[in-house]
T-cell receptor, first 115, second 109 residues
């Protein structure tokens, strides 16, 4: 089973709202990723967690706050977002976090619209 | 830093025709991944190549990595409407995965 699940599928929020995106995998993977994808562009890495510790933060604004409560779960907390943050947010997981010889498996994404 | 360039950017083919998508790297590739994405959905893993000259096939899709490990091609034989989507190549760089800009494939019935 190579399934990564993400909820919600769609999210509309105002600039003053606080919301969270959730990602879950049960493949025993110890690395989890958040990507942001704008229309007609490739995914861009935001955060990497390896063994539940934040290992990469691609200089993402603090209005995005990741959390990895356990090895199966990854959250992305959103606060005071801007309209330009509207995008498809993708979660992925891989075995340990070393990209060499490790395939990342992606979830279906959450489409976020910030009004 | 490494860059991946895909060609063509978009492709429209008649159902049943063969097609090839290329991915060229500015540096030696130490792994090359192919993914497929339907609009607004997640990425589906297709294949991973590591060794120069390596070739892998899955159903009607074949991917190759050239001997110099700087270019990969994805070939679809007898295309079907189900092959339509965006094909992305990806490569590891500094602990993360970078992607090409994608190739949008449309298959006309």
């Amino acid at each position: 089973d190579t399934e990564v699940t993400q909820t919600p599928k769609h999210l509309v929020m105002g600039m003053t709202n606080k919301k969270s995106l959730k990602c879950e995998q049960h493949m025993g993977h110890r690395a989890m990723y958040w990507y942001k994808q704008k229309a007609k562009k490739p995914p861009e890495l935001m955060f990497v967690y390896s063994y539940e510790k934040l290992s990469i933060n691609e200089s993402v604004p603090s209005r995005f706050s990741p959390e990895c409560p356990n090895s199966s779960l990854l959250n992305l907390h959103l606060h005071a977002l801007q309209p330009e943050d509207s995008a498809l947010y993708l979660c992925a997981s891989s075995l340990m976090g070393g990209v060499f010889r490790e395939t990342q498996y992606f979830g279906p994404g959450t489409r976020l619209l910030v009004l | 830093s490494q860059e991946l360039e895909q060609s063509p950017q978009s492709l429209i083919v008649q159902e049943g025709k063969n097609l090839t998508i290329n991915c060229t790297s500015s540096k030696t590739l130490y792994g090359l991944y192919w993914y497929k994405q339907k609009y607004g959905e997640g990425l589906i893993f297709l294949m991973m190549l590591q060794k120069g000259g390596e070739e892998k096939s899955h159903e009607k899709i074949t991917a190759k990595l050239d001997e110099k490990k700087q270019q990969s091609s994805l070939h679809i034989t007898a295309s079907q409407p189900s092959h339509a989507g965006i094909y992305l190549c990806g490569a590891p760089q500094g602990g993360k995965l970078i992607f090409g800009q994608g190739t949008e494939l449309s298959v006309k019935p």
